[in-house]
Each structure stands twice: as C-alpha cells, then as structure tokens.
C-alpha cells in the first residue's frame, strides 16, 4: 500500500495533476479541484426543505417539496467554466465530482426527507448522442454513490427543442411543454423523486419534468441543482 502511494506520488510529479479551476496543481488528497478553489466556490448556502429563492420559483406553478441549488452561477466564474469542461469538453469526472459534493452537503437533510429514487433531467437521444452522455446523469451518478439513493432514468425527451439559453421565461416555459415521457411508468407510483440537474434559471424544465411526474403518480417532487443563474 505504502509504495503504491509513493508511486502515485511520483507520477504526479512527473506528470502533474492540475486543478480544474485555476492552474496550481493538486496535492496528495486533492481531487479535480484543489481544496482553494473549492473553499472559494461562490455557495448559494440555500438549506434544502426550507424556504429559498429556488423553491420559490415554482409556488404557485408545480407543487415541489424541495428545492435547492449547491452554487450561484456566475458568468466567467469558475463554475461556469467547470460546468464548460463537463458539458462541452467531455470531462465527466467533473460532473461525477460535483455531484458527489451535492450529495455530501445535502447528505443531512435527506433523512427526513425520505426521498426514494433520483432522476436526472434528460437530454434529447440526438443531443445526447452527439455529446456521448447526459452531464445531469453524471451528476446524479455522483450523488447516488455518495447517499446511496436509487438512480433511475424515469424520463426521456420525446422532442427535439431549440437551447434555453437566449430565450425569455415565457419561450422557456412554452419550448418545453409536453416534450418530456415517462420511461416506466409503473416506477413512479407513490414515490418521492429528486430531480436533479445542472443549472437552474428560470426552472422551466424542471417544472415540466414535474408535472409529467406528478400527473403519472408520483407522490413527491423534490429539486437539486449544481448551480442557480439569476437572469
């Protein structure tokens, strides 16, 4: 064990590891993101199950149990550009690595939450096929491993829709109404499923995976995010 340890020790100084967030490299112990940036991540320090500005952005729309997101996402900050890496450059390792977070800090809440199975949001089969995966599912791979609750892909995209990114609250809402479908019908019943994702902004695609949700028996509807972008 000992001179595995040293041997993973020298690779490194031969062929260094470095933080994905800024350009020092990690240290024995370190994973993906040095223990600098991570103390430096901009947390929302919402508390899951009790009031937040993310709950409230479905009252009065979808009737979610819980909600919260881990970060803010701000633009050029580093989650930006550690979601950039995940999304668009193929680093899943940061996906399963944040999720992982999410799980840890939301690890003490959960208990009495009595959440049962977690479902990432699902990218189309053509988006996805181009990326090679879907980052939510990543991301929920990571926190299912952390709190040991179920993952299943409870849901699928039936349509292709345009990026969210550039449209107002009302285009978001209307580009994903009905485009989302259960994938076993029969495993939603009487459950309480946490919805996770990577960003929230307006919620519009998390109310929508919802509703389908709720409208097919699924008990309870809880949301948890990486990050929250205030447009």
Not at 29 to 37: A, D, S, Y
Not at 114 to 139: F, T
Not at 143 to 148: D, H, L, Q, Y
Not at 178 to 185: I, M, N, R
Request: aromatic share 10%.
């Amino acid at each position: 064990m000992h001179r595995f340890s040293y041997l993973k020790d020298f690779l490194r100084l031969v062929y260094p590891h470095v933080c994905l967030a800024c350009p020092n490299n990690l240290v024995h112990g370190e994973e993906l993101i040095c223990t600098h940036c991570i103390y430096d991540l901009p947390k929302t320090n919402f508390t899951f199950g009790e009031p937040n500005p993310i709950e409230q952005i479905f009252w009065g729309r979808t009737p979610i149990k819980a909600a919260t997101a881990l970060y803010w996402f701000e633009k050029g900050g580093t989650i930006q550009h550690v979601l950039h890496q995940l999304k668009y450059r193929q680093n899943k390792e940061a996906g399963y690595f944040l999720g992982k977070q999410l799980g840890r800090i939301l690890s003490p809440y959960l208990s009495t939450s009595a959440i049962q199975v977690v479902c990432p949001v699902p990218l189309h089969p053509k988006k996805q096929k181009k990326r090679g995966y879907n980052q939510s599912e990543i991301i929920a791979r990571g926190f299912s491993e952390i709190t040991g609750i179920r993952l299943d892909i409870l849901l699928q995209r039936t349509r292709y829709t345009e990026t969210q990114t550039a449209k107002s609250k009302i285009d978001r809402w209307e580009n994903v109404q009905h485009v989302f479908q259960l994938t076993k019908p029969s495993d939603v019943t009487n459950q309480h499923i946490l919805l996770i994702d990577d960003v929230i902004t307006t919620g519009a695609t998390l109310e929508a995976c919802a509703q389908c949700l709720l409208k097919q028996g699924a008990a309870t509807v809880s949301i948890a995010a990486l990050a929250y972008a205030v447009l």
